[in-house]
């Protein structure tokens, strides 16, 4: 079941405008802040493979408007951190009166890698009109270039198509203005008494602030969506930071107000013009509506919220429980893609039974919460599924759950039945020890979306020096290799790694890898 690519013309969409003025009510006035650049870098080591690129400081960012460039020329702009929002330029000539007009072509980087690669050579999947460049002619200087697109950076390449052999251009004042719906936490960091840890969760939370913009972004460079997988992990760093209130209630009502007619919740909205709800359903993430109203209960208690959405919720869940069968086996149709992780190369049937367990306990509170009578039929199926996974899905040999037709042993199984609960304390510990020794280290996962839930397995379990080690060997990995803020997909084993046919479009700040936060804050013992 690995992720397919969906184009469904037929589906149609409920616009509720009592939700969607709700939502509006809680839109965010962002924040704007001035970043000016820090430095001038350029390229150095081995520039073809993300752990062999280097960066090194070559001037002072003053040194820029002492620079005399002309055609082939180029500068790199380092502006010292992650950036989301709009550049900024003044640009100047020296020689003789401009007798042609300035040509350039200006790149946008999160890392310094995306600049080996040239866009006329991408051939992947998604669209090139991702690809981070533009190309911009001036007719006089001297002239400020303020560019209108939002683009998330850190590092600005500037080419000089050509002036002419008469002038040359000069170039200062690098600033971009950025945004977010939140302030910096800067200076009220928690001390984890660890360096690497303290390194990780400043990364994590910049990573966050980033990503919270007029909604909750999935990554600001590319799809600037708003996805519930992505929300539900977001929405739970936020309480641990941020707890900004309003904007998950802001999304969880966008969601809520654009059902399909038949009351599924689309995977992803769009929220960049007018509010769109995408044409592609998941089965995992339409369960993670009823999680993240759950979750946004547990830390709030909004009782407005839930009345509006409950609802909403408990159609999930209907249109679910037809894919369960007698026994209580989950198989859900083969047109609605199980995420789990971009990954294809395990099966995903048993980590679909547990993220079913693990929606309908936390559909269970809230109908506990509404006085909903169907709550006694929840539980009936809730037992039915939990006695599935206990009698057909557990290995009492192996003590670990296997998946699919193949009996196949892979980490997400393990990891989803520990979060559910199927099995008592001591039972999901062992599980988890036994993982440890037949899993580690961890291979063919493809996100920290994956790696959040291995993490906090292993913490639930009470395995917290295991669940740090694999949180430094990770997300510690990432910073060693260059990230301010975290990626959208990362393989340890292949730094290079996309699923998109080149990482000159992969997100290198990217919501869903923003947990240690979540995870640092709820399991670690600060003394």
Not at 55 to 77: A, Y
Not at 276 to 291: A, C, E, G, Q, R
């Amino acid at each position: 079941m690995g992720f397919k690519f969906q184009i469904n013309d037929d589906v149609k969409f409920n616009h509720n405008m009592d939700l969607l003025t709700k939502a509006d009510n809680y839109k965010p006035e962002l924040h704007i802040t001035k970043v000016k650049a820090k430095s001038i870098v350029e390229l150095n080591e081995d520039p073809t493979k993300l752990e062999g690129v280097g960066i090194k400081r070559i001037g002072g960012i003053n040194d820029l408007s002492t620079m005399k460039l002309t055609r082939d020329d180029q500068v790199i702009i380092d502006m010292g951190e992650h950036c989301v929002g709009k550049f900024n330029l003044h640009l100047s000539h020296i020689g003789s009166p401009m007798d042609s007009p300035l040509a350039l072509k200006i790149k946008f980087a999160e890392m310094p890698n995306e600049l080996t690669y040239k866009s006329e050579d991408y051939d992947g999947w998604l669209s090139k009109a991702w690809i981070q460049e533009e190309v911009v002619h001036l007719d006089q200087l001297p002239a400020d270039l303020n560019l209108t697109r939002r683009y998330a950076f850190r590092y600005v390449q500037i080419s000089v198509i050509d002036t002419s052999p008469k002038w040359q251009v000069m170039l200062s004042e690098p600033y971009a203005t950025i945004t977010s719906s939140v302030s910096s936490l800067e200076g009220k960091w928690p001390d984890f008494h660890d360096d690497e840890l303290n390194e990780i969760y400043k990364v994590g939370v910049k990573t966050l602030h980033d990503c919270m913009q007029d909604v909750f972004e999935d990554g600001p460079k590319r799809d600037r969506r708003l996805w519930l997988g992505d929300l539900r992990l977001q929405a739970l760093a936020n309480y641990s930071t941020f707890d900004n209130q309003a904007l998950v209630k802001r999304c969880l009502y966008l969601f809520g107000a654009m059902t399909a007619t038949d009351g599924r919740i689309s995977a992803n909205v769009f929220t960049n013009q007018e509010y769109v709800p995408d044409d592609t359903f998941m089965y995992d993430y339409s369960l993670f509506f009823i999680t993240t109203l759950a979750d946004f209960e547990d830390q709030h208690n909004d009782m407005e919220l839930l009345s509006d959405l409950y609802p909403v919720a408990k159609k999930q869940w209907e249109v679910m429980e037809g894919f369960i069968s007698e026994e209580g086996m989950v198989k859900p149709p083969k047109e609605y893609t199980v995420f789990v992780d971009w990954s294809t190369k395990f099966d995903k049937s048993t980590a679909t039974q547990a993220i079913t367990i693990y929606a309908i306990k936390k559909l269970i509170k809230l109908a506990t919460q509404m006085d909903d009578p169907v709550v006694n039929h929840y539980q009936e199926l809730c037992n039915q599924l939990v006695s599935y996974a206990k009698s057909e899905l557990f290995d009492e040999d192996q003590g670990l759950f296997i998946s699919g037709d193949q009996r196949e042993v892979n980490i997400a199984s393990q990891v989803w039945m520990v979060l559910a609960d199927v099995l008592d304390v001591q039972e999901s510990k062992e599980v988890m020890q036994k993982a440890l020794a037949t899993l580690f280290p961890v291979k063919g996962i493809a996100t920290p979306y994956m790696y959040h839930h291995i993490d906090e397995a292993l913490f639930k379990s009470g395995l917290s020096d295991e669940a740090i080690k694999l949180m430094k060997g990770y997300w510690g990995k990432m910073i060693d290799l260059g990230a301010d803020t975290y990626w959208e997909a990362f393989e340890p084993e292949n730094p290079d790694y996309s699923p998109y046919g080149s990482p000159i479009v992969n997100s290198y700040c990217h919501a869903w890898s923003c947990t240690p936060v979540y995870l640092l804050k709820k399991y670690f013992n600060l003394k």
